[in-house]
């Protein structure tokens, strides 16, 4: 008998086979896209936590942009970041003809990238006119161009295409823009004065999923496409071990999916034994590399914060730490901005990111 294939896929940047949530930012996307220039969701930036969701979010949107016959170019903030976006873009519009030419957009150049049919004999002097060749050659064939940009941070090449896709915008062209990032990275970009620009583009704030239904259809779908079902009490516990974290769902779901793949059924048994596992996991991925990067203000906050059963008073916080609250609100700002904890209401917080409070009631209780 042929072995079943785990369909869940703890892999970043991976599309799951069965997407949950996120519908409003992936329709006003690509409203964005019909709508044309000057949409202001065609320069997006998507802010998170490790593990919500950013690069597979963009994945899922630039899937949908080229079944709408975009062309999709999907990158990370690396050096070299211009000539890898002119590069494949080059190769992404060599696959189209011209209907009335019956010639192929066809040649590419290291270093003087070019559609052959069109550049001939022209100067390339700088990427801003690589990249209007390259449009003008797309908008004959009436073709959009959509840029991805994952783990984006502020350095001299993300400034130029910042700059650039300004023109770009001020010329009507069909461009869109999307960025992902961290959220002190994202921040970074916001405050460099060089791209205010970037202060009027959409930003979607990635935190869990809350539709919780959304989240236990697609772990149960999940399920289902390896030929398997799952319990309802296997799959609510399945579910609210996730915490509606992107990550986790598809962490979790793999591990419970893995316990028994033999058997046609996954059970309550299976399901904890799964999230046990899951649970290293996360701290090892996520959790670890999270803390890694916070300082120690960052961390006095959390601990203090560990006396509570459920939601914190930033007011006992304070008083816990022997700070005064201007001191205090600045920490909380801080790690809400990261996606650690959230407002839980009027002088409240509480733990967002899932499997954090237990972790650190494990590793650094006192």
Known sequence: M????????PTFGKIPPRFAGRRRIIEDIMIGLEAGPGDPNRASLFVGARGSGKTALMTKIAEKASQKGWISVNVTANQG????ILTRATRAASQYSSPSSKSRITGLTVGNVGVKREFVDEPRENWRTQMEDLLNVLAQESIGLLITVDEVEICDEV??????????????????LLMAGLPQNVSGLLTDGSISFLRRAAQHHLGPIHEEHEVREAIRKTVELSGRTIEESALELTTSATGGFPFLIQLVGFHVWRQNPQNDVITVKDAKEGIHYARGDMDTRI???TLDELSDGDMQFLLAMLEDDGDSQVSDI???????SNYTNQYRLRLIEQGVIASRG????GFEMPML???????HAL
Request: net charge positive; hydrophobic share 40%.
């Open 159 to 176: 400034r130029e295409l910042v700059i650039v896709f300004q023109h770009f915008v001020r010329e009507e062209r069909e461009v869109v």
């Open 318 to 324: 304070a008083e816990r730490i022997g700070r005064d």
């Open 287 to 289: 959790i670890k590399v």
């Open 2 to 9: 042929k072995a079943r294939i785990n369909p869940f896929t």
């Open 81 to 84: 970041l211009l000539d890898d």
């Open 346 to 349: 009027r002088g409240k917080v």
């Open 357 to 363: 409070k237990d972790y650190l009631l494990r590793n």
